[in-house]
């Protein structure tokens, strides 16, 4: 995770980012969210949850509270790092972070696939891809932010099976990451169904889970809107963690709740400074799933 010392709301990514909040408000949004990755950290680690926590010090990163975008690693020792759409972003990525990992975990290679960002080339992590690590599926809206060439040369690479569809907001605009449409879980999916414009590839995404013995938990339009979809599952001291934001938590009626809580802990963290910049909770957790060194 990474704490901001200097947040901002991104005009550069506004774009095509719907669930952004317009920069109306010029006052200085950074202590509140600085407070909101802290408090939200601590909870995590109350729960058993490993975190390490990284400061940004820096003004020219405004969405640097947003790692997962720009690496992700995996339990073969891999570590991707991925090209990015907007200029600001790509000053995001940290040597630091990777010399971490290195350190602390059994890294055997890392794969940058940022040179390709001169030629319009983008997949912005996993933001733009859901990963289902256990089934090897790799899920992916269309979008600007990710190229099906970039996502083929991913799957191919670390053995993902890739499921590329289209899915739009009630106003008609192309969902801009993946993350912000579902989460896949050990037991259950999360998923704005009706969101899917082809009805054929809805089915197959549905079946594709379905067959995993997951259950799906359909979320509407709304739910989405308020983030219900931008959540992950972490491994806790007691179990497994289903961390999300309150206003996402809010959002589910209570027999999803109930779904979700079978398998999970729900862990309810209260980040609305955040979210104003277009993410939730999935968004400021870059999950590591390598090899502890002994």
Known sequence: MIRPHHFTINAETATDNRFQV????TSDLSPLAYAEITRAA????????AVHLFEDEGSDTPDSVFPNNWFSTHPEGHVAIYPMKALSRRRERRSDI?????????????IDYSGLEPDGLFLEGT?????????????A????????????????QFSFEPML?????????????TNVLMCVATDFAMIGLDMITDTVRRREIVNRLERTGRRVVGLTAGQIEN?????????????????????AFLALRPEQVAIIGESAQLLPLAIPTIERAGGSVRCTIAGVHLTPRS
Request: proline share 2%; charged share 25%.
């Open 22 to 25: 317009a920069e109306r408000d």
């Open 42 to 49: 601590a909870l995590l680690q109350e729960k058993g949850v």
């Open 98 to 110: 990777i010399q971490l990992l290195k350190q602390c975990y059994r890294v055997q290679v890392v």
């Open 127 to 139: 933001g733009a891809m859901v990963l289902d690590h256990i089934h090897r599926v790799a899920y």
């Open 141 to 156: 809206v269309r979008s600007e932010r990710t190229n099906p060439i970039v996502l083929e040369r991913f799957c191919s």
């Open 165 to 177: 569809f289209s899915a739009k907001d009630p106003r008609g605009a192309d969902i801009y990451h």
């Open 227 to 247: 983030f219900a979809g931008n959540a992950i599952e972490l491994k806790g001291k007691n179990g497994r963690v289903l961390a999300l934001s309150t206003t």
